[in-house]
């Protein structure tokens, strides 16, 4: 069946990756494209964020500032929508976004007291709502889910404890907890009528995925047998644009490819756009007037980024399996995308949890001249040093945690892999965990004190503040508990999920055949790095890493896998990754995908992100 607006296929661009992308994205997009793009779509709400406004609320609530407005993304109504109104309507363009964050109820007030403001009629608008598992608490213990939350791990769905992330204890206050949504309530306000959706927390790939369930009028009732791999090949679609330029050269491997491209290159970076077919096939492309690049490589990075096992990429809808996903170049700027395979969802709901667990504090000093490394590390030494002297001094409790990071050194990132340098130039940064927000002061103006005290050619940096250390965990909460609904007008209407499965088939998916290993009396080989034959991406969930490296040519996939094993990166990364080095192998991408575990720190300010 065609999409219902008649078109040959459906065309969705993003514009935002998270909260900080550029708000002229958005223009570009609408400008670029016209009536051309059917959908404009952006994801502001990063795993963190949600925690950060939860903060903002709570200490708001206690000094009784009643700020409307303040717990949704203001950006995308003053930045985005004020200015973007009548083409978006003249364009018949419909937006989608998370915008909403812990409010999307008052988000959508907003818009609709916008449009009144611009006289601009007969355009609707509907909130999903249904992931705040808070409720009406605005702070909680783990008391409040114990009956109900289950660890997730990322390396099984079997041993759900495996390598998991670490619950709150029941003296640390969370201060979020929200479910990961799916595409039907979206796709539902569509169907009523609604030209711009806000939700709160919703898979990522959901702003993708809604579209299109109502473009093509999807039901499992109607599509037995393929609903599933179209339910999957469209998050793969939202999966690959929901990052926006990290799939048209942001972040490439082959930088200098988009830095320099046509049409400005990295200052005029294009934001992506997915072409949909009816069959579930669809292609990645950007405005063509703009920089960047959209190539095989650049699309292969993004499918790797954040990714667990590529087997069972868990949605709220479906379980997406990428690994005979399929990737090629039609054309300049143009890459088609096949493959992707869909398995009935899970019974859970991956939730994302914020909780508090003390305070941290990050300093910077900027130091100078002959042996700036030797002083960085000497100056971090002393002030550590010297501020636990002061709190035994006051019978404090020493600092939890704390980091000496000379960074431009190396040391931070590569550890006993660093490469020796004479450098004149290092950023030190402080770094500590402790209980008391009084105790992180004192450290902050100890921080700061070298300036006059200690090495010479010391300067200030950036003027360290006590915060609260936020840390996310994820878990997984029964479907049941989650009841999503979305509002358009003064109407409620509540969605129902589709059936999932109980029978847990989803724990033995089929096996592929082996990618082969090269063999080890292969002659006439030479040394190279990594980078000369495979690109790279990683992307990190909570205390979670994970580095995809795709063979820039399938000959080279055999010895990338006897070269980059396990153990090989495991022995690497030692000085970041405390936990375990999970390969995964995605044949159809000639890509290999390494999870590690513990692999993030503590603070959410560290180094590591």
Known sequence: MPPKSGKPNVRIGCYSAFLGDSPEAAAQLVHEEGANLDYLVADYLAEITLGVLAMKKNARLITNNKNNGADYIQQFLNQVLSRLLPDLKKNKTKVITNAGAL???????????????????????????????????????????????????????????????????????????????????????????????????????????????????????KQKDTYHDLLASASLAGHIIECGCHATGGNFTDWRKAAYSPYGGYSNMGYPIVEFQEDGEFVVTKPVKTGGLVTVGTVAEQILYETLDPALYILADVILDMRQVQLTQISDNRVHVKGAKGYQATPYLK?????????????????????????????????????????????????????????????????????????????????AIHNERKALQMLSNEIMAPVTCMAPGTGFGGTPIPLPNVVHFPCLLPKSKAITEF?????????????????????????????????????????????????????????????????????????????????????????????????????GLSAFNFVLTHALGNFINSNNY
């Open 103 to 221: 409010d999307p109820l008052g988000c959508k007030a907003a818009i609709e007291k916008l449009l009144d403001k611009l006289n601009i009629k007969d355009i609707k608008v509907a909130a999903v709502i249904g992931d705040d598992m808070m409720k009406d608490q605005n702070i909680t213990t783990l008391d409040t889910f114990k009956e109900d939350i289950i660890s997730f791990s990322p390396l099984s769905v079997k041993n759900l404890e495996l390598d998991a992330d670490r619950f709150p204890l029941n003296n640390e206050p969370i201060i979020s907890m929200n479910a990961y949504l799916g595409a039907k309530g979206i796709a539902a306000a569509l169907e009523a009528g609604a030209d711009i959706v806000v939700t709160g927390r919703v898979v990522d790939s959901a702003i993708v995925v809604g579209p299109l369930i109502y473009e093509y009028g999807w039901e499992l009732s």
């Open 351 to 431: 939730c994302c949890g914020i909780f508090m667990d003390g305070w941290s504090v990050n300093g910077t000093l900027i130091i100078g001249g002959e042996n700036a490394k030797a002083k960085a590390e000497a100056v971090g030494k002393a002030i550590i040093e010297r501020a636990q002297r002061i709190l035994k001094q006051r019978n404090m409790e020493d600092f939890r945690e704390f980091n000496i990071e000379p960074l431009g050194t190396e040391i931070t990132l590569y550890g006993a892999n660093a490469k020796a340098h004479a450098t004149r130039e290092v950023v030190l940064r402080v770094s």
């Open 487 to 587: 509002v358009l007008g003064s109407s409620t209407q509540k969605i129902a999920w589709d059936t999932w499965d109980d029978a847990h088939k989803y724990q033995n998916i089929p096996e592929l055949p082996p990618i082969p290993c090269a063999p080890a009396n292969v002659t006439g080989l030479v040394k190279t790095k990594l980078i000369s034959i495979a690109y790279g991406r990683s992307g990190d969930k909570g205390d979670v890493s994970n580095v995809g490296i795709i063979a820039r040519d399938p000959k080279y996939l055999p010895y990338i896998k006897r070269s980059v094993t396990e153990e090989v990166i495991g022995k690497y990364m030692q000085h970041l990754c405390q936990g375990s080095v999970k390969r995964y192998e995605l044949p």
